[in-house]
């Protein structure tokens, strides 16, 4: 929602000094004579119309009453009713356009039904006040007072409306501003990306058939494979999420799996010790039907952020094997892997790289959170663990890759 008041149990600061401020130029125009009015007790009206702004968030409806009520009052009792001063008009103007305030911070922060109430309720007093002046004093002073009241009670909450309909185009162009740079970056990614995997994949794949022809060592190669293949699998989820304005679509194509990441490590040559449920390694979610897949968002920030977890410890580990541990509790995936500090290792993130700063930021957007650094109870070891949320949006886990350290 827009506008000056803020759905909230507690009034917005805004409302507050709106209060303050009509409350003060109130008092000091009374003060002055420029009002006019006889007494303190014209000022009742103004009291009532500035405390209103302070209820807006809690009931919009009711405090919009409240303050015409007040307003009315302000009419029938306020300068009006004085008439023993030449700046006598209709009613208190500061209690007028608190009310105007009123109104639109109502309208605001009620519900689309209870804003459908304000606005027939004012047309309501409108047609009452011109028929009751139609009566008393004639068709012209109907039709002042027709203006009048329309003025002071519909004219705020058509600019509340206006205010709202604004803010919504608004968000609306930049969603849409975002999905076409979504769609051109997926197109770029497709284009160029994608079909340099294409390419890396298939030469390997020519490479492995004549190293095996000719009884070489493929492990190397195998890898190369392996990691250019997967690579293009979620090369496609990406450019697939990319091309989606519905979050919580499901990803086509297949999920990564923790042991997915963990062989590939194998693979290149690191040491990896395991500490996990079968079920969670395969992809699947023990707390879910077996068989089922574990929720899309959650294993592919897992599997992202063991792998740069793999990555960082094949580059900066001390010698010796690496050991993950991976579980389920009743609301969050808790992942966690220990490497050998090497000496030249920091035992902070002061010297993190990019890789790390994009794994916070990864689980940072799913609502998770994570920490590296060297193991409070064992300083030979740097660990780094997350822990996700049970579910997160599809887009907040897929879009923004996590780089290389």
Known sequence: MSGPVLRTLQPHRGAVLAAVGFAVVGVALHLLGVTGGRGPAVLLPLLVVCTAHLTLARAPVATAVLATAAGAASLTVGPLGAGDSPADGPGDPVVLFALGNVLHGAWTAAT?????WLEAGGAVL??????WALTVEGPGTALGVACGLAALLLLPQWWARDVDRGAQLARERAARERQAERLATARDLHDVVAGHLSGIALQTEAALVAARAGGADTTVLAGVRTASVEALQQMRVLVDVLRTDDPARPVDGPVPTLAAAVELARAAGLQVRTDWPADLAAGT????????PSPAPVAVVAHRVLTEALTNARKHAAAGPVTVQASWTADLLLLRVDSPLAPRRTAGPAGEGAGLRGVRERVAAVGGTVRAGADAADPALWRLEARLPASAPVSAVTVSPVGAR
């Open 112 to 116: 689309p039904a209870r804003r459908a």
């Open 126 to 131: 409108v047609v009452v006040g011109a028929g």
């Open 285 to 292: 979610d023990p707390r879910l039907p077996a068989g089922a």
